[in-house]
C-alpha cells in the first residue's frame, strides 16, 4: 500500500476537496491526513460518529508529541478520528504558527504514513492520503515526499496555472530525482497531474496538458481528471443539500481512483510503483467515462477493531486507455508494439478488470454511499469547534 500526497503550486484549485472525495471512494481503506502547513480545515466543518464536533487536539498536533519519542506506523490510529459514515481523518494543525512544533519531524511522519500499509496487523493497514496544501521551495511538508508512492499536483485548466504547475512539477521533480530527468516517470514518487476541468473538452484539455508537461520534460503527467463542480464541492463541505454522490464532482473523482488502483494498485501492494507507460510517449493519462464503478475490494477495516480482515486483491497494472471526453466510454487502449494481444474465451473477463457496478456487491456499494454521502450531507455542527489547544477543547 502507498502514501498518495496531493498539493497545489498556487491559489485554491480545490486540493482539500480533492483529497477528502479521494478518500471517501477509494478502493481500499485510506486515512485522510492534513498536512497543510497552513492549518486544517476539516476540524471546522466534521462532525464525528457521535454527532458532535472534531477534536482539534488528536491530529497531527498530537501526533507531533508521540514522533519525538519515535513513531511506530500503527501509533497513527492513536490519534485519527473518525467522521460520521466511516471516514478516517487526521486532522491538521490550527494554524501556521504550528507547524513549527513539527520542525524535524516531517520524515519521520512520512515513513510512518508510507509503511501503514505494510503493517503485519492486517485489521490496521492502510493507505495514507495526504493533503498537503499548497507547496513551495520553503515548505517543510515537502519532506514527505520521499515517502510517497505518488505525488499528485492539482491544477486547474487554466493558462496561469498550467504553466506552474509545469514548473512546480519541474522543481519536484529536480529535488525528488535529481539527475534523472529523462527517467523522472520511471523513478518514485510518480509525480502526476490533477487537473480540475470543466466536464466538456476535459480530454482534449489534458492531452494537450499532458503533451506540454513531455515536451518541457517537467517530469509529470497527467494521471486524472476531476470535474469543475461547484455544486457538488459545496455538497462535499456540508454547505449545500443534495446527494453528494450522485455529484459530477464525486463520480469524476470514483473514475480518477478507479484508474490509479488498477493501474498501480499491484505495484503498490509489492514495492514502489511502476508506471504502466514510459516517460515520453506524448499520449495523455485516462481520462475516461465520469461514473464509471470502481473495482472491487473490500470494504473498509473498522479501525483497531481487533477484527483480521483478509487484505484485498490487488488489481494487476494495465496500460492506461486512450482519453475521451468526460461523460463518453472510453475507447479501448492501442496495442502495445511487438507483443501481441492475448486471445480471451468468450465469456472470460480478466482478473485486472473492474466488475459491472450492478455485479459489486450490495453491502460494498451500501458502504461507499454512505461514507462520501455522509462527508456532504451532514448537519454542521450546532456550536463552533474549540480552538487547538484551547481550554475549550474536547477531552
Same mark, same amino acid.
Given at each position: 500500500?502507498? /502514501? ?17 472525495? /479521494?478518500?471517501? %471512494? +477509494? ?15 476539516? =476540524? ?6 457521535? @454527532? ?13 508529541? *508521540? ?9 497513527? +490510529? ?7 459514515? &466511516?471516514?478516517?481523518?487526521? %486532522?491538521?494543525? @490550527? ?12 520524515? *519521520?511522519? &512520512?515513513?510512518?504514513?508510507? *509503511? ?5 496487523? $492486517?485489521? /490496521? ?16 511538508? =515537502? ?42 516517470? /520511471? ?5 502526476? !497531474? ?14 494537450? !496538458?499532458?503533451?506540454?508537461? =513531455? ?5 509529470? #503527467? %497527467? ?41 498501480? &494498485?499491484?505495484? +503498490? ?7 504502466? #507507460? ?8 485516462? *481520462? ?31 496500460? $492506461? ?14 496495442? =502495445? ?37 455522509? %462527508? ?7 456550536? $463552533?469547534?474549540?480552538?487547538?489547544? &484551547? ?5
Amino acid at each position: 500500500m502507498a /502514501l498518495i500526497a496531493l498539493a497545489a503550486d498556487k491559489g485554491a484549485p480545490g486540493v482539500t476537496t480533492a483529497a477528502v472525495a /479521494l478518500s471517501a %471512494v +477509494w478502493p481500499r481503506r485510506a486515512l485522510l491526513a492534513e498536512v497543510d502547513t497552513g492549518g486544517g480545515d476539516l =476540524v471546522y466543518r466534521g462532525v464525528s460518529t457521535d @454527532g458532535g464536533p472534531l477534536d482539534p487536539n488528536t491530529g497531527l498536533l498530537s501526533l507531533a508529541a *508521540t514522533a519525538r519519542r519515535g513513531l511506530a506506523a500503527e501509533q497513527l +490510529w492513536d490519534h485519527a478520528q473518525r467522521l460520521g459514515g &466511516g471516514l478516517e481523518i487526521l %486532522v491538521g494543525l @490550527g494554524n501556521a504558527e504550528q507547524s513549527a512544533g513539527l520542525a524535524g519531524q516531517w520524515d *519521520t511522519l &512520512g515513513r510512518a504514513f508510507a *509503511t501503514l500499509g505494510d503493517s503485519p496487523h $492486517p485489521q /490496521l493497514a492502510a493507505d495514507v492520503i495526504a493533503d498537503c496544501g499548497r507547496v513551495g521551495p520553503e515548505a517543510a511538508s =515537502v519532506a514527505l515526499f520521499p515517502h510517497a508512492a505518488l505525488v499528485l499536483l492539482v491544477a486547474r485548466g487554466e493558462p496561469g496555472q498550467i504553466a506552474r504547475v509545469r514548473d512546480r512539477a519541474a522543481a519536484l521533480s529536480a529535488r525528488l530525482h535529481g539527475g534523472q530527468r529523462g527517467m523522472a516517470q /520511471l523513478a518514485q514518487p510518480l509525480i502526476g !497531474v490533477l487537473l480540475i476541468a470543466e466536464a466538456q473538452g476535459a480530454a482534449k484539455v489534458a492531452s494537450q !496538458v499532458n503533451d506540454m508537461l =513531455v515536451a518541457s520534460r517537467a517530469g509529470a #503527467q %497527467v494521471l486524472g481528471v476531476i470535474a469543475y463542480d461547484p455544486a457538488g464541492a459545496e455538497q462535499l463541505a456540508g454547505r449545500r443539500r443534495g446527494r453528494v454522490e450522485k455529484s459530477l464532482l464525486v463520480r469524476s473523482v470514483r473514475k480518477v481512483a478507479a484508474d490509479l488502483h488498477q493501474q498501480y &494498485g499491484a505495484a +503498490w501492494a509489492g514495492g514502489a510503483p511502476q508506471p504502466s #507507460q514510459p516517460a515520453g510517449t506524448g499520449s495523455a493519462a485516462p *481520462t475516461a467515462a465520469l461514473g464509471s464503478a470502481a473495482p472491487y475490494a473490500a470494504p473498509p477495516s473498522p479501525a483497531v477493531s481487533g477484527q483480521r480482515v483478509p487484505p484485498p486483491a490487488a488489481a494487476s497494472p494495465v496500460p $492506461p486507455p486512450a482519453p475521451a471526453d468526460l461523460g463518453q466510454p472510453a475507447a479501448p487502449a492501442p496495442p =502495445v508494439p511487438g507483443h501481441a494481444p492475448q486471445a480471451q474465451p468468450p465469456q472470460a473477463r480478466p482478473q485486472s478488470e473492474p466488475l459491472p457496478q450492478q455485479h459489486q456487491p450490495q453491502q460494498v456499494r451500501q458502504e461507499r454511499t454512505q461514507r462520501i454521502r455522509a %462527508v456532504g450531507a451532514r448537519p454542521l455542527p450546532a456550536a $463552533p469547534a474549540p480552538l487547538p489547544g &484551547g481550554e475549550g477543547a474536547a477531552p
